[in-house]
């Protein structure tokens, strides 16, 4: 409703976008407008094509006014005419290296599917009462062939766009489940094994059924699975949310919601939720030592969780101080670089038997 399509004249439109946010979002518009134009025309008996030309300028770095604007989407529109047309390009040369990079990335991600380039990579949980490792956070990892190894903070966001996040999540989960069956019979470990959860997998119909597949093809206990779901995945709708989480641990599989206090959701929801355990995020954890604030969210979060019958895990722990200090709040486990950094298949073991020793 916000948003403005008119003719110019002739085969010319104008397309204005307001309350963008990231510029991404902007090619992600203009790609679809592509693929929709590229569609067949039949008209009589004849099959035709339109191949598109798009220019795009943006407020108020290319202009502050609309001839401004106008001119330079023009600009830029016959920039995309010389590169051949159906394709589309930013007025500003920093935006269009943007955009192309998502572009590489979104094919370089199929490629990736294909070619099994994923790997995980997996951090342990350490028990504060005895020290022991109470379980393992799966982290997906791409071995890019030309970037070397990518963290997901530089692929995640494009797979969700995509939609591409769905066979990528599946991926992890059934990588995960296959690892911990492998250590369980190679080695006798039951560890519990945890695995992110994307919005859009949450929000699958099919999510509880792929579940019962897995679990049954790895042989893997009830309660050994576990999967971590943000806040904000929860809030987007929440009563289907709740219902699915319900089907989940009526599946047998542990819930945890992750990076907890950085989303909005509220109190009164969290006691709605059918979770066993909540995660806090690390940025709560980072200055606990100087920052008085930080120290009494974690304190009330752990307090809270407690009253509510939930276990507390709290990630980014990176120093003695905050291991000491969540220990003393009677924090349960404890996830981070002061413990092990996330580590590739086959190193875990050699940690794990290192651990016991110790």
């Known amino acids: ?31 679809q407008i592509i693929y929709s134009l590229g569609l067949t025309y039949k008209i009589d008996d004849h099959e035709l094509h339109s191949t598109p030309s798009i220019g795009i300028s943006t407020f108020p770095r290319d ?13 830029a529109m016959y920039h995309a005419k010389d590169e051949g047309r159906n394709n589309y390009q930013f007025y500003t040369d920093e935006f269009n290296k943007i955009a192309h990079e998502r572009m ?3 094919y370089d991600l199929r490629v990736a599917l294909e070619k099994n380039q994923f790997e995980l990579y997996y951090q342990p949980k350490i028990d504060t009462l005895d020290g022991s490792i109470s379980g393992l956070e799966a982290l997906l990892r791409w071995n890019h062939p030309k970037q070397g190894l990518l963290m997901p903070d530089k692929f995640i966001s ?3 766009e995509t939609g591409l996040i769905e066979p990528i999540g599946d991926w992890v989960l059934n990588e995960a489940c296959r690892q911990s069956n492998l250590w369980h019979r190679q080695e006798g470990l039951s560890l519990k094994m945890s695995v992110n959860l994307s919005p859009k997998q949450l929000c699958d119909p099919k999510l509880v059924e792929r579940l019962h597949e897995i679990m049954k093809k790895y042989k893997i206990a009830e309660n050994k699975l576990e999967l971590e779901i943000t806040e904000n995945a929860v809030m987007t709708n929440t009563e289907q ?7 989940i641990r009526e599946a047998g599989v542990y819930l945890a919601i992750d990076d907890f206090g950085t989303g909005y959701s509220s109190l009164s929801y969290l006691k ?11 940025t709560f ?4 030592e100087e920052d ?36 003393s709040h009677k924090c349960d486990s404890l996830q981070g670089y002061l413990f092990s950094r996330p580590l590739p298949a086959s190193e875990v073991l050699q940690y794990i038997k290192k651990n016991l020793n110790s």
């Open 241 to 247: 949310a709740i219902d699915q989480m319900t089907a």
């Open 285 to 288: 954890v980072r200055d606990i």
């Open 158 to 160: 494009i797979a969700e």
């Open 63 to 75: 202009g502050i006014n609309a001839d401004d604007l106008m001119k330079n989407a023009d600009t």
């Open 104 to 106: 590489t990335i979104e």
């Open 1 to 31: 409703d916000s948003d403005i399509v008119a003719r110019l004249g002739g085969d010319e439109f104008v397309i204005v976008l307001t309350g963008v946010e990231e510029i991404r979002l902007v090619a992600n518009i203009a790609k």
């Open 272 to 282: 709605s939720f059918p979770i066993q355990v909540l995660k806090i995020d690390r």
């Open 292 to 327: 008085e604030d930080d120290a009494a969210i974690c304190r009330a979060t752990i307090s809270l969780s407690h009253d509510l019958g939930l276990t507390v895990v709290a990630e980014g722990v990176e120093t003695k101080a905050q291991k000491d200090f969540l220990t």
